[in-house]
């Protein structure tokens, strides 16, 4: 989740929150319906409602929201603002959305559940004919020199530190997806487009593309560098592309398993794959690269961001398909309290339950009471009285 600095930073971003703004301006007219999912502090929220929107509703899982709420009173929006804390997947409207604006980019737009959420609320939320913000993204890779960034991933894991073999770490450190900012002559090769998300059309949050670069100039490759370009609306366009100006988003850098020295001409393959999974995405960056007369393989790296979060063989066991599960102490604790939030029975009724159930697990009724309220507001619904 995003800190109330980090929506600072956000908002700060002139070039983002203004292109954004000019966006909305030009997609408000005074009898809309308008969801900003997302919303944070509120930002998309306000210039809605400054546009003449006539209902905005506001979607925000975070405890932002609280602040969101605070800064719309102020401003005298209460009416016309409309809260809702939660995954926009789980709520309905009362009425569809003329218009669905969101800014849930990370690095890039396949970031966590943003893809899944834009094409239920367009399906679900948004007339027929109404505008989307932003309308479509364009994604880029690059083949990139960059030994700071590579540097900072390998050298704690270096032999020559401790005299000690690291590599397992080392291993794991590039098989990983990392914020990165380089420059433009940092590239070596020319850029390609390896898709384009249409929110109109898209249907699915898993991307693969095929890749073929040539080395641009001699160098010492160290990976992929990935952004991409936003439209929010007819001329309206940002980007965090190398080189372009900087934006909150920085880029995403897929380092290879070691550096490879490149000869301009030399051809580097690439299989690349964004899959959706849970919550968040698995990457996966097969990489060939070739060159000399006649050509020879330099290197030929597999590499996926699932073996950059090692499992415990204990942990992958409990996730096979035939493993037999049981509940532990921690799951028991969670099947009571689960069990009686039934509507009728308060937090503190359950959290006795649970201290007669578990004395050992509780130091204190408010510890107990701690704990249940955790697991009510994970899963929880219900009314207070």
Partial sequence: MYSIE???????????????????????????????LGAGTGIFSLLACQYGARK?????????????????HANGFDGRIEFIQGASTAIALADKADVIVSDMHGTLPLFRANIVSLIDARRRMLVDGGVLIPRRDSLWAAVVEAPGEYEGLVSPWAKENFGLDMDAARHAVTNCLKKATVKRDHLVSDPQCWGVLDYATIET???????????????????LI??????????????????????????????????VPLQAGDRIEVRLRADFSGSDYTWSWDSKVSGGIPPLVKADFRQSTFWGAPL???????????YRPSLGEDGQLAALVLGQMNGATPLEEIARMAMQKFPQRFRSFDEALARVADLSDLYGGGRWR
């Avoid at 693969?208 to 990976?223: D, E, I, K, Q, Y």
């Avoid at 415990?312 to 035939?322: I, K, V």
């Fill in 6 to 36: 980090d929506y600072g930073h956000m908002i700060a971003d002139e070039v983002r929150t203004g292109a954004y703004a000019r966006a909305l301006r030009g997609a408000v007219k005074p009898d809309s319906t308008v969801l900003d």
């Fill in 56 to 72: 905005v509703y506001a979607v925000e899982a975070s405890d932002a929201i609280e602040v969101a709420q605070r800064i719309v």
């Fill in 205 to 223: 949050p898993n991307h693969a593309a095929t890749l073929s670069f040539a080395a641009a100039r001699a160098g010492v490759a160290h990976g």
């Fill in 226 to 259: 990935l952004w991409f370009d936003t439209v929010l609306a007819d001329g309206i366009e940002i980007s965090n592309a190398p080189g372009a100006p900087p934006l909150v988003y920085s880029s995403s850098f897929l380092p290879w398993s070691a550096p």
């Fill in 312 to 322: 415990s063989a204990t942990r992958l066991q409990r996730r096979g398909s035939h």
